[in-house]
């Protein structure tokens, strides 16, 4: 990586001494800031400079892509001996260009686009990136390094592009015989335990389908949580923009929120306009409701895990609490689903547990045997299912954008999902499967983005998402609305059910 960097600093005044003052000064402080700057082995030098009245112009070079602190630590030391000596100060600084040469690991396929002015070229694997205008607090802010990552991450993604997600069988139940083959969201739409909900992807549950979906919360959490000792928290619904910006999701999938706004004023005097016009029209007056909420202040849940990262952010763990075991089931889950909605099982709001742990790496696999062990008991003795698990590309890098696989040699790090056998889907080797359950071990990277510690040793987290509707339509699609046909085990979980309400 190399730099070359044109800059322009504006001093508040000619300096009277003019050029030949400055020829003084200039490149002894151009060797010291870029001799502390660049760091050990790399070289850089100031290639030329001009001082037209007020006006300072620089080019500066580097061997690696550390030029812009150069600037900056020159620019620094300008402004303690032009204070000093000639009490003038630098009014601005700014690069006006911003070179960079860098290697991507393939030549790109298409055309590589940046929101920020520049200029950028390939040759084969090597680019030429020329950031435009750069103010101070950008050079300050390390820009130029987030513009490289960003070239570097789009030229991977092209060549990743259609690529199929990993996936890789572990597990497989045995298979059982199954005779109903219905869609279950259609034969409990047909029997009207469900509403296609007012909104967008949502579902109203009548009281029958509301039972099972509690039936399978107690299930999961007093046959799995319990005996685990996980402890449940009540976390709030709403993440914040600081949160998701630190888990990755805000760059990886913006498209997929539900975003919250709020009114700009609760004084019913700024919203009179609103109300008149609804009582006159009978109508939203989307327009004039536009101008009265703010711009989006947070999102709508979309995950639990990383709200649970926010409370403990900064802590430091005592080794008492390790591995820390605890669960939310209070916030729930939305998500833009667009074009992938589906019945029951694809829906824009759901209902999740999601435990989450954090401890050594050691305590982590161990918690993993156990709680795979506790979902085998659910899934093969409560609800008999015909299940698989699998190892997939793990759900934080597909969440947070990041291209590739991770580890899927080692399987420390990484995510398994739980996939159900759905037979109205058709035979079971080509018919997609649902997940319908996940379970992660993230290793360091949120524990890190949070600044989360442990009293001892490395501290790594995970978290185990346990989908109620995904299990409700798994056990549904095989074993039908018909309780004769559920198993013994789930049948007393159960208990007594609502009476199915007749519409006449
Ligand atoms: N956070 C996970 C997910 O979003 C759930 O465990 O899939
Ligand atoms: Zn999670």
Same mark, same amino acid.
């Given at each position: ?70 600037? %900056?630590?020159?620019?620094? /030391? ?77 030229? /991977? ?67 799995? %949580? ?34 919250? *706004? ?12 609103? *109300? ?46 390790? !591995? ?64 698989? *698990?699998?190892?997939?590309? !793990? ?27 759905? !037979?109205?889907?058709?035979? /079971? ?43 409700? *339509? ?31």
């Amino acid at each position: 990586m190399r730099g070359e960097l044109e800059a322009e600093l504006i001093l508040s005044q000619p300096p009277p001494g003019g050029h030949a003052a400055l020829e003084r000064l200039l490149p002894g402080l151009a060797e010291e800031a870029l001799s502390r700057s660049l760091g050990k082995g790399a070289t850089g030098r100031v290639v030329s400079w001009t001082l037209e009245g007020d006006r300072l112009t620089l080019t500066l070079t580097a061997d690696n892509s550390r030029a812009h602190q150069a600037l %900056l630590a020159l620019a620094r /030391r300008l402004r303690e001996e032009l204070g000093r000596r000639e009490k003038i100060g630098v009014r601005s600084l700014r690069a006006i260009r911003y070179r960079v040469g860098f290697d991507v690991p393939e030549p790109p396929t298409g055309p590589v686009t940046l929101p920020v002015p520049h200029e950028l070229r390939f040759d084969g694997t090597a680019a030429t990136l020329d950031l435009l205008d750069l103010d101070e607090e950008a050079l300050r802010d390390n820009w130029s390094d987030r513009a490289v990552a960003l070239v570097d991450e789009k030229v /991977r993604r092209q060549h990743y592009r259609g690529k199929e997600q990993y996936w890789k069988l572990l597990s497989q139940s045995p298979q059982r015989e199954l005779t109903f083959h219905e869609d279950p969201t259609e034969a409990m739409l047909r029997r009207n335990w469900l509403k296609n909900g007012p909104t967008k992807g949502k579902w109203y549950l009548g009281p029958l389908p509301a039972h099972l979906l509690r039936t399978m919360e107690r299930i999961a959490v007093e046959e799995v %949580l319990r005996p685990l000792g996980f402890e449940e928290v009540i976390q709030p619904h709403h993440d914040s923009f600081d949160i998701l910006l630190r888990t990755g999701h805000l760059e990886g999938l913006p498209g997929e929120f539900y975003y919250v *706004t709020e009114p700009k004023s609760r004084d019913p005097a700024d919203w009179e306009r609103f *109300t008149d016009l609804v009582k006159i029209t009978r109508k939203v007056p989307e327009g004039e409701l536009a101008q009265l909420v703010s711009p989006p202040v947070a999102v709508s849940c979309y995950a639990q895990c990383p709200t649970t990262y926010w409370w403990l952010s900064g802590r430091t763990l005592a080794q008492e609490n390790l !591995p820390l075991k605890i669960f939310d089931r209070a916030a729930i889950s939305n998500r833009y689903e667009s074009g992938g909605r589906h019945g029951l099982e694809r829906v824009d709001e759901f209902h999740r547990i999601e435990p989450v742990y954090l401890g050594t790496p050691e305590q982590l696999l161990e918690l993993r045997k156990q709680l795979l062990a506790r979902y085998a008991h659910v899934f093969d003795r409560i609800l008999e299912l015909e299940w698989r *698990t699998a190892w997939v590309t !793990p759900f934080y890098m597909a969440q947070s954008g990041e291209v590739g696989v991770e580890d899927e040699t080692q399987r420390v790090k990484g995510t398994i999902d739980f996939e159900a056998y759905l !037979p109205y889907r058709g035979p /079971r080797d080509t018919a997609e499967w649902l997940e319908f359950q996940n379970l992660s071990i993230v290793g360091d990277k949120y524990t890190r983005a949070f600044t989360i510690k442990a009293q001892k040793g490395e501290l790594w987290s995970g978290c185990t998402g346990i989908g109620l509707e995904r299990w409700l *339509t798994a056990f549904l699609a095989q074993r039908g609305l018909d309780p004769t046909g559920w198993p013994e085990g789930f049948r007393k979980y159960a208990g007594e059910l609502p009476r199915e309400i007749k519409f006449l």
